[in-house]
């Protein structure tokens, strides 16, 4: 499954909003640095309200929503990348997850310790983000020594790896992340492999006080300049309400988020955004004993997206028989979109849209 890290500084309220995803106090909240000491890791059900429309159509006994990981990184202080704080554990955790959702404390409130000693999220980014660059830039200057004999010796992957590391390398040394570089897509790979802490995509989560939860504040106005520059996006959350909603029955949560002036949970939006930031998108597969949405890369192959499901569909795959999620719902399911046309065959070259419902035939 895709993995998104929860990383900020200490006290920016990871903690808090990694209890509210995952609705467990296994990621005890607590007001001082390095509470949070384990990488904490939970599932959390993408919402989607096409397949609560799809299963009720079908009258589908069961819905199974797809699923993200969300992991709390604790740990991440100035200095980091030289070990201080928790150092280069939390380093070995970031590389382990597909983006990045970067906590900005947003709120003022002298109860709560700022590491810093003051409020200014903006500075806190590039606190954090100096520390993901100062990494990459550490393991880049190893790995170049490691690989000086091969290039010397002509072997064409290592040229390929120096020429990428060294351009990496260049813009790290102005500051800049190394996304940034614009990389050739038969460089793709070879980039991929480099594991660079930057290259991971960004998602900036400003946390505010409840009482600007639904407008934003003048902080989180800034972090949304900032990431506006940067081409990367962000959403204004606040944690304790969002806490406070995870302990509320689905009505309940409903007229809470009225009551606030919210229209949708900041979670919803935070794992949508999430999913846009990784480009995935979902599949459906609908039936009377479950309606249930599978995550797969946009541009996937149907073969690929069967895999998903289970190896052997992949292996096996004959072709698809696909229904587009409008045509399902306008027509009224599954035998009327089949009666009316709707239902394609599809082969293996298909690439699969979002929302498409789809039935896999193979061979065992
Ligand atoms: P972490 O160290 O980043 O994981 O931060 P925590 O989630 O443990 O939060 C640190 C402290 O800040 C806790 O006492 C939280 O209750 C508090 N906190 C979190 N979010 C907010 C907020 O939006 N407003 C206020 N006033 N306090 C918050």
Redesign the pocket.
């Known amino acids: 499954g895709f993995r998104m890290g929860i990383v ?1 500084l ?7 909003l990694f209890n509210a995803l995952t609705r467990t106090a296994a990621a005890q ?3 001082f ?1 390095f ?2 000491i384990e990488p904490n890791v939970g599932d959390v059900a993408v919402p989607d309200a096409r397949l609560d429309k799809l299963a009720a159509i079908a009258k589908s006994a069961q819905i199974v929503p797809t699923r993200m990981t969300f992991v709390d990184i ?1 740990g991440l202080v100035k200095g980091a990348s030289k070990g201080e704080g928790l150092g280069n554990q939390f380093l070995a955790n970031i590389r382990e997850v597909d983006a990045i959702a970067h ?1 900005l404390r947003c ?1 003022e ?1 002298d109860d ?1 310790t700022h590491v810093e000693g003051r409020v200014d999220p903006v500075a806190d980014a590039e606190t954090i983000e100096t520390e993901l660059i100062i990494a990459d830039m550490e393991s880049l200057e190893k790995r170049l020594q490691n690989i000086v004999r091969k290039v010397r010796g002509g072997d064409k992957e290592a040229v390929q790896q120096e020429r990428l590391m060294k351009a990496a390398l260049e813009v790290l040394e102005q500051g800049q992340p190394a996304r940034v570089v614009k990389v050739d897509a038969e460089d793709a790979k070879a980039w991929r492999m480099l594991q660079l802490l930057t290259t991971k995509p960004v998602l900036y989560v400003c ?3 409840e009482a600007d939860a639904a407008t934003g504040n003048a902080l989180s106005a800034k972090v949304a300049e900032m990431a506006a520059a940067q081409g990367n996006s962000h959403v204004v959350i ?3 309400i969002e806490e406070e909603i995870s302990q509320l029955d689905a009505d309940e949560a409903a007229m809470f988020l009225a009551e606030m002036g919210l229209e949708e949970a900041g979670l919803d939006r935070l794992i949508t955004a999430g999913y846009e930031l990784l480009h995935l998108q979902t599949y459906f597969t609908v039936g009377p004993k479950e309606a249930r949405a599978w995550t797969i890369r946009q541009g996937t192959l149907a073969p690929q997206a069967a895999g998903v499901i289970h190896g052997d569909f992949e292996r096996g795959f004959i072709r698809a028989e696909t229904i587009a999620y409008d045509d399902y719902v306008a027509l009224g399911g599954e035998q009327p979109a089949k009666d009316a046309g709707k239902m394609r065959a599809e082969g293996k070259s298909y690439v699969v849209k979002d929302g498409d419902v789809m039935h896999f035939l193979f061979n065992t």
């Open positions: 900020g200490p006290n920016v309220g990871k903690s808090t909240a607590a007001n640095p509470c949070t604790a906590v709120f409130d709560v946390n505010v006080d606040s944690a304790r």
